[in-house]
């Protein structure tokens, strides 16, 4: 099925898409910042491209013509100016992990060859050691802020300089020529940095996937986005300028624990979020719920708004106006990515009358492969292929499930300097198409819906050939009602694999409760998992904390770091 409702403008760089920005949305607002002092600016699309403008002539300028710049920091205003104004006419953007260490934010400035950093006052100290070390390239600081410190470049400086630059008709980066297959970012996969691989993207790669977006979700020009998955993210960058090419405003959150005031006080009508957040804003639902003791009340409110859908009527927003309010009352859209959502989870928003679409790709993709839309979607589904691209399930076993193999003009163009690596993913068929091996495993359904299993190197062998997905159980497991997060491993015995679970406790849940306590109402919860399972998928190892886990930027659990960490644990 074509993934397509909408007809839109096929974007063969990212420099179209800012002038299209400019072309339809320069009076509409584009940002609104908080101040320190609580005061609030807005910011139009045509003041936010000028500013694109004046840092990219003055970047220029300082001689960074063709240069690698990175930028570190939080999801802001300033970062978003940084990325299109390298990406669009100077140099080569390497978007870091705000969470990196010293040493790992150091190797990956050595390994992606950069010479300059954009970056918040935060990190001035690491940085400034990671020069003095000198075992990279780096040789210039631009700071986000404002700072007293001689050593360091402000951001506000160039701005300035570069707006002289312009006003005297300096050319040189407006007309700067975009080469649409030339390497345009580097981007470090999730773990850490010395086993992440550096994915090497192209103007193409990515404003292929903001034109397939464009062509299968709706975001209107009236939309308030809420900028939640991190910008040094693929999705969190690929999304942010699917976001901007249809005109729509963006806000920064205070932080998670601001996240339901920060909804209210913006009108958030838009989100791109991931699993364990939206997740967490179905399980707050269900607690407010159950606190006022309207759960059945509420339970069947959702039977009754699932039968009228069924013959299109829409009541939903009526039905459950006290959701809508929690949530600022304005919103209508979420968008899933980095992992699957709970298939209970997309069916209580659907059924509350919010829009959900579950997106999946990876970096390697820029990052979109298949997509949910309005008119096609099913509950623990994650759609069907984007309109560009071409996908099949490869080597499927008894149940249909193999590993999903994807091309189009989004596969990246190559691990940096890595050529083993490249090939090992990377297969060019007999008319040139080069074909992506994800590493994820999934089968169709009837009607052409694609589900993911899970990740090839995630399965459970068992000694007698039998295979445990990990996900398949997590599902379940995640949907006892202090369950934070959990993780299904193979734990080693012998010649065979015992099929285990870590489990994070809400730790509230369990008020005056001993660990030994815990432990046995968590067991015993898991006993009646079991019986919804196969027997060959039965849990038979479990261990509880009500400490997270090891985790990366996106939420996703590094479970290599925690399997191992429990191996030694339990010596």
């Avoid at 006419?89 to 870091?96: A, C, K, M, R, S």
Wanted: aromatic content about 8%; proline content about 2%.
């Amino acid at each position: 099925m074509e993934n397509k409702l909408y007809d839109c403008k096929d974007y063969q760089n990212i420099k179209e898409i800012v002038e299209h920005m400019k072309e339809k949305f320069s009076e509409k607002l584009a940002f609104t910042i908080k101040n320190k002092d609580k005061t609030y600016r807005d910011i139009t699309y045509k003041e936010f491209i000028n500013e694109i403008n004046y840092l990219g002539t003055a970047l220029i300028d300082y001689g960074l013509k063709d240069t690698r710049i990175a930028v570190i920091g939080k999801n802001r205003y300033e970062w978003a100016v940084t990325y299109l104004a390298v990406i669009n006419g100077t140099g080569v953007i390497v978007p870091l992990d705000k969470s990196l260490p010293k040493n790992e934010i150091e190797l990956s400035i050595k390994r992606a060859k950069v010479t300059t950093i954009v970056c918040e006052e935060k990190y001035l100290k690491d940085i400034k050691e990671v020069i003095k070390d000198g075992e990279t390239d780096l040789k210039h600081i631009v700071c986000m802020d404002e700072v007293q410190d001689k050593e360091v470049i402000l951001m506000k400086d160039l701005l300035e300089k570069g707006k002289e630059l312009v006003e005297k008709n300096d050319k040189r980066f407006t007309e700067a020529e975009i080469d649409n297959d030339k390497m345009a970012t580097i981007i470090f996969t999730s773990g850490t940095t010395s086993e992440s691989k550096a994915v090497v993207l192209s103007h193409r790669n990515i404003a292929s996937v903001v034109y397939s977006l464009d062509c299968a979700e709706k975001i209107y020009d009236t939309d308030t986005n809420f900028c939640l998955l991190p910008f040094h993210h693929t999705f969190g960058s690929t999304g942010l300028l699917f976001i901007l090419s249809n005109g729509a405003r963006s806000v920064f959150c205070d932080g998670l624990r601001h996240i339901q005031e920060n909804m209210v006080e913006y009108g958030v009508s838009v989100f791109i979020g991931v699993p364990l957040l939206i997740e967490s804003m179905d399980k707050k639902i269900w607690t407010a719920v159950e606190k006022q003791g309207k759960t059945k009340l509420v339970k069947t409110a959702m039977k009754v708004s699932k039968a009228l859908m069924k013959v299109h009527i829409d009541i939903r927003k009526l039905l459950f106006k006290q959701i809508h309010d929690q949530l600022g009352g304005k919103l209508r859209f979420v968008v899933n990515g980095a992992a699957a959502l709970n298939k209970r989870v997309s069916e209580d928003f659907y059924l509350w009358g919010f829009e959900v679409a579950q997106g999946y790709g990876l970096t390697e993709t820029a990052p979109v492969l298949t997509a949910e839309n309005r008119k096609k979607f099913r509950f623990g589904s994650i759609g069907f292929p984007m309109i560009n691209v071409e996908l099949k399930i490869e080597n499927p076993d008894e149940n249909g499930v193999g590993e999903i193999v994807a091309t189009g003009p989004n596969v990246m163009l190559e691990y940096y300097e890595n050529e083993e690596a490249t090939n090992a993913v990377i297969e060019v068929d007999k008319e040139g198409k080069r074909w992506f091996h994800t590493g994820d495993l999934a089968y169709r359904d009837k009607d052409g819906y694609i589900f993911i299993s899970g990740r090839k190197k995630d399965v459970i062998v068992l000694q007698n050939g039998k295979k445990v997905f990990p996900e398949e159980l997590e599902k379940l497991i995640n949907e006892l009602p202090y369950v934070v997060e959990s993780m299904v491993f193979g734990l080693p015995k012998d010649d065979d694999v015992i099929v285990s679970c870590k489990v994070v406790y809400e730790k509230d849940y369990f008020k005056d409760k001993s660990k030994k306590e815990i432990q046995d109402i968590i067991w015993n919860d898991i006993k009646e998992v079991n019986t919804k399972l196969i027997t060959f998928k039965h849990i038979k190892k479990l261990v509880v904390t009500d400490e997270p886990m090891i985790k990366t930027s996106t939420a996703k659990i590094k479970r290599y770091q925690e399997v191992e960490k429990i191996k030694a644990e339990l010596k």
